[in-house]
């Protein structure tokens, strides 16, 4: 099992991981419930927000993630890695 470059946690024990190929949305009572999304099919990442961040993310079929309450450095940190992966990505294609 490979550890994700980056990772930070939401409300409700929400765990947001950034790998390689792909963007990990962790949730509910010991992470039971996993959501992956591939680099190909995020569309946008934005963030909303000083104190309680929200970090949205957009999937080219229209789905929409929406995370509340991160801290503003995490937001930003998912942010930068997702746009350095996606570019990463880019290149090598």
Known sequence: M????????AHNNTIV???????ELKSGWQSQNVQSVGLRDV????????VNVTLTIETNT???YQLNRM????ARRIKNTFEQQ????????
């Open 17 to 23: 991981g950034v790998y390689e190929d792909r963007i």
């Open 2 to 9: 490979e550890a994700p470059i980056t990772q930070a946690t």
């Open 62 to 64: 229209g789905r929409v």
């Open 86 to 93: 996606k570019r990463r990505a880019g290149l090598y294609e």
């Open 71 to 74: 801290a503003l450095p995490d």
């Open 43 to 50: 569309a946008a990442i934005s963030i909303r927000g000083l």
